[in-house]
């Protein structure tokens, strides 16, 4: 059982930048690719970015391309969701996830089998 914490969410003006956090249980982090996704209210889950086991191969979804940045830090279990010119678009609940089988392009909420519970983020206009 792996178990991942978010953190680093918070309000911010648009065009401001925030980093997330997400740290997990395991020891064997670095057997995982890890997705960051995100919900709106309303709205269904989403893809938002992945990085691979090794932190090597990246893939981000158009509407963050240029803005947002993954990357992980195995020796510290944690991977980062760097967060810049965001936008009012950008306000949804963030979930990182990690999965055993998949990959960077790993963009279907199905292919995880462990989430965290969630942070906020919010981009007021």
């Known amino acids: 059982q792996v178990q991942l914490v978010e953190s680093g969410g918070g309000l911010v003006q648009a065009g401001g930048s925030l980093r997330l956090s997400c740290a997990a249980s395991?020891?064997?982090?670095?057997?995982?690719?890890v997705g960051w996704f995100r919900q709106a209210p309303g709205m269904e889950r989403e893809f938002v970015t992945a990085v691979s086991r090794g932190g090597i191969s990246t893939y981000y979804a158009e509407s963050v391309k240029g803005r947002f940045t993954i990357s992980r830090d195995n020796a510290k279990n944690t991977v980062y969701l760097q967060m810049n010119s965001l936008k009012p678009e950008d306000t949804a609940v963030y979930y990182c996830?990690?999965?055993?089988?998949?990959?960077?392009?790993?963009?279907?909420?199905?292919?995880?089998?462990?989430w965290g519970q969630g942070t906020q983020v919010t981009v007021s206009s």
């Open positions: 996830a990690a999965t055993a089988g998949g990959s960077s392009r790993s963009v279907q909420a199905a292919e995880y089998d462990y």
């Open positions: 395991t020891r064997t982090f670095s057997t995982y690719a």
